[in-house]
Structure formats: structure tokens, C-alpha cells
């Protein structure tokens, strides 16, 4: 009777293997689901980050304002009969100085 049921619980163990261990197996379930978890998250991230920049096309096709804001802001340009001032602030909380940028029309 005993070797029956170490005989019947090995058989159990070999069937149970592949269950949680194998390729399709639990433990490989869980893997691939937190997978796609991940991906899920990263590809909302990315589909944000396409509206924005697809607002920021439109926006630039469609005005001068954004066009002239982005000159002014990362390249420097100024207009025609205007002095650009740059304000020095003392250092923030955190030790770093700042510094701001802002252009006046001369009369």
C-alpha cells in the first residue's frame, strides 16, 4: 500500500511540473502579464507625449506666435528696436542660481 502511494504522489508531482514550471505555465503567466503591464504604462506615456507634440505642430502651423516664442526662447532672437535684459537672481532654496530672460520694445 505504501509504495502505491509514493508512487501515486510522484505521479501527482510529475503532472504538476509543467503546470507551475513549464512554458505555459503559471509562473510564466505571471511574467508575461507584468510585461504587459509595463508595456501598457510605457505606451500610454508615449501616446501622451504624442498629443503633445502634435498639439505643438499645430500650434506652430498655424501662427506666428508659437514660432516667435520658440525664436525667442531658443535661439536668442530679438526683434528689431529691442534691448534684451537678463535678470540675476539670487541663489533659490535648493543653491542654484536662476536666471531670466525678458525683452522690452524701446521706444
Same mark, same amino acid.
Given at each position: 500500500?505504501?509504495?502505491?502511494?509514493?508512487?501515486?504522489?510522484?505521479?501527482?508531482?510529475?503532472?504538476?511540473?509543467?503546470?507551475?514550471?513549464?512554458?505555459?505555465?503559471?509562473?510564466?503567466?505571471?511574467?508575461?502579464?507584468?510585461?504587459?503591464?509595463?508595456?501598457?504604462?510605457?505606451? !500610454?506615456?508615449?501616446?501622451?507625449?504624442?498629443?503633445?507634440?502634435?498639439?505643438?505642430?499645430?500650434?506652430?502651423?498655424?501662427?506666428?506666435?508659437?514660432?516667435?516664442?520658440?525664436?525667442?526662447?531658443?535661439?536668442?532672437?530679438?526683434?528689431?528696436?529691442?534691448?534684451?535684459?537678463?535678470?540675476?537672481?539670487?541663489?533659490?532654496?535648493?543653491?542654484?542660481?536662476?536666471?531670466?530672460? !525678458?525683452?522690452?520694445?524701446?521706444?
Amino acid at each position: 500500500m505504501r509504495i502505491l502511494t509514493y508512487g501515486l504522489v510522484a505521479l501527482l508531482v510529475l503532472l504538476q511540473y509543467p503546470l507551475w514550471f513549464g512554458s505555459g505555465g503559471v509562473l510564466a503567466y505571471w511574467r508575461l502579464h507584468r510585461e504587459v503591464q509595463e508595456q501598457t504604462a510605457k505606451n !500610454a506615456e508615449l501616446r501622451e507625449r504624442n498629443l503633445t507634440l502634435q498639439a505643438e505642430v499645430v500650434n506652430l502651423k498655424s501662427g506666428l506666435d508659437a514660432i516667435e516664442e520658440r525664436a525667442r526662447e531658443e535661439l536668442g532672437m530679438i526683434r528689431p528696436n529691442e534691448t534684451f535684459v537678463r535678470v540675476v537672481e539670487g541663489k533659490n532654496g535648493n543653491g542654484s542660481a536662476s536666471e531670466k530672460g !525678458a525683452g522690452s520694445d524701446t521706444p
